[in-house]
Antibody, heavy 123, light 110 residues
């Protein structure tokens, strides 16, 4: 069974860069042609798609975050990562990594999710 | 782009049916059949309930159904049960590999 697990600092200072990693187990990032995604949820608010990355490294981003976001993949570690620069309090959220439903490789039908990691932006 | 528009709340009694709407534009909901719905219980990750407008992943009960008309998608929960009380989010393809979510609807089982 595919499992995803987010990791990274729970507290980031304003103007700094938020860095998170998603570790995949039960399957290989490089042997399956899926777009792996990051999604966040601000406190008491809805979900926001941040972007996704293909195992080759090709990435797509939410236009509203594009100037600050980089999503990359490290196939050797079976991980993919999120970097969000110049963070403010508005970036405080639970961050999830996710993978689409089987056979819907490039879709936004996210069937597999990590448990989420809470990141607070505060000095 | 703006999130898809959902009512903030919906409710129904056990056994009843409730429908949650999700309104977008011709650039997202109205422009494709790539609409999905998620259920989220407090403190948990979202769970995919409906994809491609009206299809259910394996294991999702047929009490959950989806449809679309024009720029509005809908999720219907039939035979409401206590465990259906949760937040529900719609999602749609927006443009080149870009996905947008609705603001969420809190479903209360009375």
């Amino acid at each position: 069974q595919l499992q995803l697990r987010e990791s990274g600092p729970g507290l980031v200072k304003p103007s700094q860069t938020l860095s998170l990693t998603c570790t995949v187990s039960g399957g290989s990032i490089s042997s399956s042609s899926y777009y792996w995604a990051w999604i966040r949820q601000s406190p008491g608010k809805g979900l926001q798609w941040i972007g996704n990355v293909y195992y080759s490294g090709s990435a797509y981003y939410n236009p509203s975050l594009k100037s600050r976001v980089t999503i990359s993949v490290d196939a050797s570690k079976n991980q993919f990562s999120l970097k969000l620069s110049s963070v403010t309090a508005a970036d405080t959220a639970v961050y999830y990594c996710a993978r689409p439903l089987d056979f819907y490789n490039s879709s936004g039908y996210y069937y597999y999710w990590g448990q989420g990691t809470r990141v607070t932006v505060s000095s | 782009q703006s999130a898809l528009t959902q009512p903030p709340s919906a409710s129904g009694s056990p056994g009843q049916s409730v429908t949650i709407s999700c309104t977008g534009t011709s650039s997202d909901v109205g422009g494709s059949n790539y609409v999905s719905w998620y259920q989220q219980h407090p403190g948990k990750a979202p769970k995919l309930m409906i994809y491609e407008v009206g299809k259910r992943p394996s294991g999702v009960l047929d009490r959950f159904s989806g449809s679309k008309s024009g720029n509005t998608a809908s999720l219907t929960v039939s035979g409401l049960q206590a465990e259906d009380e949760a937040d529900y989010y719609c999602s749609s393809y927006a443009d080149t590999n870009n996905w947008v979510f609705g603001g969420g609807t809190k479903l209360t089982v009375l």
